[in-house]
């Protein structure tokens, strides 16, 4: 049994979110081990892979990859503004996001992967950094507390790699992570999609929206999860009753 100290200690840092219990010390080592599977994965490219298509429209590779380095030292941002309380914006301006990115894309591979490597340890030591209490700080940036930023760093890193479009696919995520992301996306969905969705091993159906004829999606968590977030076709997926299986809303 935990003791009143360690009681208060998980209270402050864990919350839920979305039906899910979020502890931001565990998806801290998701991270950290996403990372690294990502870094092997193109240490392995082509260097003239930088200027190759991504799987996302108009982004490179080396869009991709100076994506999930700006991206982490947003997050870093986020943490420092949590554990100071003094505002750090994830990004200057939407623009300067937009430029830093451009700027980046046409660097050579190996510059690329040191720099994911090296915002990736800001990002780690940002995380170890913070006290129990901070975790609760809100964040306006994301309308949430800190303690989802581990979250949403992990699922940067694990969508973004799928987008590398070089073996790694939504059959490589794990039935937690595709849990997480299909709840994540069913809560944000747009008032005018509505299905229910039953993955396979999952005890209550997930509901999007308020249609009481919406069609009924089944499948494993992994392919529902890449359907909803525009990584997978849904091909293996069913429809009751019998008929197409709709386009789910654009994420990401």
Same mark, same amino acid.
């Given at each position: 049994m935990a003791s009143a100290g360690e009681s208060e200690f998980l209270s402050a840092r864990c919350r839920r979110?979305?039906?899910?219990?979020?502890?931001?010390?565990? !998806?801290?080592?998701?991270?950290?081990?996403?990372?690294?599977?990502? &870094?092997?994965? %193109? #240490?392995?490219?082509?260097?003239a892979a930088v200027s190759a298509p991504s799987r996302l429209p108009g982004w490179s590779i080396g869009h991709l990859l100076t994506h999930v380095a700006r991206n982490a030292d947003a997050y870093t941002n986020l943490l420092t503004w949590a554990r100071t309380g003094v505002e750090t914006l994830p990004y200057a301006s939407a623009d300067a996001r937009a430029e830093g990115i451009e700027a980046g894309a046409r660097r050579p591979l190996r510059e690329q992967i040191a720099d994911i490597r090296a915002a990736h340890e800001r990002f780690a030591d940002a995380g170890a950094a913070m006290p129990a209490q901070a975790w609760a700080f809100p964040l306006p940036a !994301?309308?949430?507390?800190?303690?989802?930023?581990?979250?949403?760093? &992990?699922?940067? %890193? #694990?969508?973004?790699h799928v987008d590398v479009g070089r073996g790694y696919t939504p059959g490589d995520w794990t039935d937690a992570f595709a849990l997480r992301l299909v709840r994540e996306i069913a809560g944000g969905a747009p008032e005018d999609f509505a299905v229910v969705l039953r993955p396979h091993g999952l005890d209550h159906a997930i509901t999007i929206g308020d249609d009481p004829s919406a069609p009924v999606i089944g499948g494993s968590t992994r392919s529902i999860a890449a359907w909803l977030s525009g990584r997978g076709d849904g091909a293996d997926l069913t429809v009751s009753p019998d008929?197409?299986?709709?386009?789910?809303p654009r994420w990401k």
């Open positions: 979110v979305d039906g899910v219990t979020i502890d931001p010390l565990v !998806l801290l080592t998701d991270v950290d081990t996403a990372t690294e599977r990502l &870094l092997h994965a %193109v #240490e392995d490219l082509d260097p !994301l309308g949430q507390p800190a303690a989802v930023v581990p979250w949403a760093r &992990l699922r940067e %890193v #694990e969508v973004h008929g197409e299986l709709p386009r789910p």
